[in-house]
């Protein structure tokens, strides 16, 4: 089926548009996500969004070139999603490298679970003096702050 025939069937709103596209331009568009992300999954996801793009945009608009309009699509979409898995904050590829530096951190010889030399011992027990209308009273005493008005 010929570009003008597939574009008009888009201005129609018949599905077989998507087939079609499907049929002719399927493979141009997932070698253009494939070479981008280097998945399947990913690079057929890219695909399937493209033909919804193309459902939504071409009755606003009339394309010239089917082919280079669905390229401009998944090229765009698939970087997208390339930006995504490689966003700085999933890490940008260094994983291998922010591990080596905490294995610096890790003592080799000692094993955290054994016990150190040095028993832990309590803390100090603290006291301290709470003011209470004007009497002081020491908490370490088990004054109640009543009794101390007394």
């Known amino acids: 089926m010929e570009d003008l025939q597939i574009i ?14 499907a049929r002719k331009y399927g493979r141009y568009c997932h070698t253009i996500a494939y ?9 057929e996801e890219c695909v399937n969004d493209t033909y919804l793009n193309a459902w939504r945009t071409i009755p606003p608009q009339r394309p010239e070139r089917l082919s ?19 966003a700085e904050k999933r890490g940008a590829g260094q994983t291998a490298l922010a591990l080596d530096e905490l294995a610096e951190c890790v003592p080799a010889s000692d ?19 709470i ?8 908490e370490s005493e088990g004054l109640e702050p009543d009794a101390a008005r007394r």
Not at 35 to 43: A, F, K, M
Not at 69 to 85: A, D, H, M, V
């Open 131 to 138: 003011l209470w209308d004007g009497v002081a009273v020491n």
């Open 111 to 129: 094993n955290v679970e054994q016990p150190s030399a040095e028993p832990l011992q309590p803390p100090a027990k603290q006291e301290f003096t």
């Open 68 to 86: 280079t309009f669905l390229g401009k699509i998944t090229r765009n979409l698939s970087l997208k999603r390339w930006e995504q898995y490689h």
């Open 8 to 21: 008009e069937l888009f201005w129609q709103r018949s599905e077989s548009a998507v087939t079609e596209t």
């Open 35 to 43: 070479n981008i992300l280097h998945s399947r999954e990913d690079s």
